[in-house]
């Protein structure tokens, strides 16, 4: 892979907003999403955690030149078993390292997906690069185009059990916390691309570990990325309730004072319209909010390859730097 500066790229455009650690919005310091507060009333305290620690210990195997990788079974809650995909930079720093969050990219946004092996050129970069990567499935595995509206269904009502994704990630910071001893738990990120990028901004919002996202080309408007014939059909089969009132509640968009962390955010100009419009937008209200966002966007490449090269590596080299700030 291409491995470039960013400083260096000739005819991109690279917006950015205020200056590294700049935002004026106030600092995230609560978790505001559905049955939380529930939780915090009923749960023991740190119960992520104590599931955590009772999940096994990661077995680390060779991978790849510098990346060595752990697959872990934990549980959620509820007792649903959950995978990650740990990596770790081979050989480890002698200082602990920042860890990035990767969910799978390819829902709908009303239904999870497991891990695919195919996910891995998204993971691979950033430990090479000296990240470490936990990479974690979101409860309510279908697939849009083969699932039955009965499948669909059950889907998409674990996911919401599992606070549209936000309990799976919750979950997958707590076992970095408490499991795996060379991240540094004061520097977690999250990253993605498609509808993991909209999990990597909605999570950023929501959750105060959180200290930086990055977003490669994500449907930061689930409403606009469904339509209003594929929320009509979702409501209208039962698949999810009021489909346009809970897809709304879970855009990145609904949510965007939250996001007052750095935020790298990366468009293909060539991309769908559904897209790139409201990702545009998005990018210029962070930047009247003050908030700290870098945007890049790219003239054409379509919805995928813009985002292994140029984006990862810039990505890569634009966290470099929000971690010698911080």
């Known amino acids: 892979m291409l491995y470039r500066s960013l400083l260096v790229l000739v005819g991109f455009s690279v917006a950015v907003g205020s200056g590294l650690g700049c935002s004026n919005n ?24 104590n599931i955590a620690k009772q999940a096994p210990d990661a077995a680390f195997q060779s991978q790849a030149d510098g990346v060595r990788k752990a697959v872990v079974q934990t549980k959620l809650p509820d007792g649903q078993s959950m995978t990650l995909w740990i990596y770790q930079p081979d050989p480890l720093p002698q200082s602990k390292v920042p860890c990035i969050f990767i969910a799978p990219a390819g829902t709908m946004m009303i239904h999870g997906l497991g ?14 690069a000296g990240f470490a990567v936990v990479a974690y499935e979101l409860s309510g595995n279908a697939d849009a185009e083969t699932s039955s509206d009965v499948q669909l269904k059950m889907a998409a009502e674990k996911f919401r059990q599992a606070k549209s994704g936000l309990l799976n990630a919750q979950t997958a910071m707590a076992y970095a916390r408490e499991k795996v001893s060379f991240v540094d738990p004061r520097q977690f990120y999250t990253a993605g691309h498609s509808s993991a990028g909209t999990m990597a901004l909605y999570v950023a919002e929501m959750e105060p570990q959180v200290k930086g996202a990055i977003a490669f080309m994500p449907a930061v408007d689930i409403r606009a990325s469904l339509g209003i014939d594929g929320i009509t059909y979702v409501q209208n089969s039962k698949i999810v309730p009021e489909a346009g009132v809970y897809v709304n509640e879970i855009s990145p968009i609904t949510h965007i004072h939250r996001l007052s962390q750095p ?45 292994l090269d140029p984006g990862i590596p810039m990505a890569i080299e634009w966290l470099k730097m929000i971690t010698q700030t911080h």
């Open 115 to 128: 891990l695919a092996e195919g996910d891995a050129a998204e993971h691979l970069p950033w430990v090479k």
């Open 263 to 307: 935020t790298f955010l990366f468009i293909a100009g060539d991309d769908r319209p559904d897209i790139t419009g409201p990702a545009d937008t998005f990018g210029k209200k962070l930047r009247e909010l003050g908030s700290d966002v870098t945007v890049v966007r790219v003239p054409k490449g379509g919805h995928f390859e813009p985002m």
């Open 26 to 49: 106030q600092p995230v310091t609560d978790t505001l999403v559905e049955t939380e507060f529930a939780d915090k009333l009923f749960a023991p305290l740190n119960y992520l955690g």
